[in-house]
């Protein structure tokens, strides 16, 4: 990882909160336009899902005329846990609008200021539909590296964008400054709502959420949430009307592990080799040769 002063779009006081926090908030960091392509994306998915609902008995109405915030919380009203987690806790379609969010300057400058110009989008990105009163809501206490314990691929940055506001009322992001600096602790599947999220052990729960420790991070849409992959975070339930949508995006330098095991992820920016970034004909086709393994030069 090389950082360059001259490269990337963050100031020094946003670099310096980064790496004493393990997290940083740009507020705002898109506009609409930058997320219209997302949330087409997921309107798409949306329209899928209603006419399977639909095809099984299990609504009336496939609600078109909803609005994006609302549609998918009315779908599922009455419905149960598990029609809902079988669509998947969390989603990673490959449509094109989430390749163009990943791609986008905007994001990918601020990653650059942290982790150098030679950026890797990792496989792992979430599109998460945080529907009220569903199991899958609230995220319990965890370090994403948890979730790729094995892999040499440090350092991980997710960028969280919230595609409505988050608040504190629909479930916003908590985290635990400086927690980053930690090993990856202990660590097991949640067991009592049927998403089997991984969650720190509970010997570290009470020191580490004592109330003056928690961080809750309501933030505009379009802003970004950028933290370290050893940073402790959870979300709070969807306690609101509408949906809590989001994305997790996550981004490290080309020479780490690139995770193949999680999916395909894809070269984003590179200063060195600018022809190799990949178009979306390459991430659409789920092409491995953009990845970190060595080029020739
Ligand atoms: O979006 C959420 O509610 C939780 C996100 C999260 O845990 C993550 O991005 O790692």
């Keep these: 990882m090389e950082r360059n002063p001259n490269h990337g779009t ?10 004493r926090e393990g997290y940083l908030v740009i507020e705002p960091l898109l506009t609409d336009d930058d997320m219209a392509p997302a949330r087409a994306a997921m309107s798409e998915k949306v329209n899928i899902i209603a006419e399977e609902l639909l095809r099984d008995g299990k609504i009336k109405d496939k609600l078109e005329r909803e609005p994006f915030a609302t549609r998918l919380a009315k779908l599922f009203d009455g419905l149960t846990d598990k029609d809902f987690l079988q669509y998947g806790r969390s989603w990673r379609d490959r449509i094109a609008g989430y390749f163009m969010l990943m791609s986008n300057p905007k994001i990918v400058g601020a990653v650059e200021s942290l982790i150098g110009s030679e950026l890797f989008a990792n496989p792992v990105y979430n599109v998460r539909p945080k529907v009220p009163k569903v199991a899958a809501g609230a995220v319990p206490w965890h370090q994403d590296k948890s979730y790729w314990p094995d892999a040499n691929s440090n350092p991980v940055i997710t960028v969280w964008i919230p595609l409505v506001d988050a608040t504190h009322e629909n479930g916003c992001l908590h985290v635990i400054p400086r927690t980053q600096k930690k ?17 720190v052990d509970e010997k570290y729960l009470k020191s580490l959420t004592r109330n003056a420790n928690i961080v809750a991070l309501p933030v505009k849409a379009g802003s970004a949430i950028l933290f370290n ?3 402790v975070h959870s979300s709070t339930p969807n306690q609101s009307d509408h949906v809590r949508w ?6 490290q330098p080309t020479d780490q592990d690139p995770m193949p095991q999680h999916g395909a992820g894809f070269l984003v920016r590179s ?21 970190s393994s060595p080029q020739p030069s």
Excluded: C, F, M
């Design 229 to 231: 992959d050893r940073l």
């Design 271 to 291: 200063r060195k080799h600018p022809e190799r970034v990949a178009t979306l004909e390459d991430w659409l086709a789920n092409r491995p040769e953009h990845d």
């Design 183 to 199: 090993r990856v602790l202990d660590y097991h599947h949640e067991s009592h709502t049927g998403t089997s999220y991984l969650e």
């Design 246 to 251: 989001s994305v997790d995006l996550r981004y």
């Design 10 to 19: 963050l100031t020094a006081q946003q670099i310096e909160h980064y790496d």
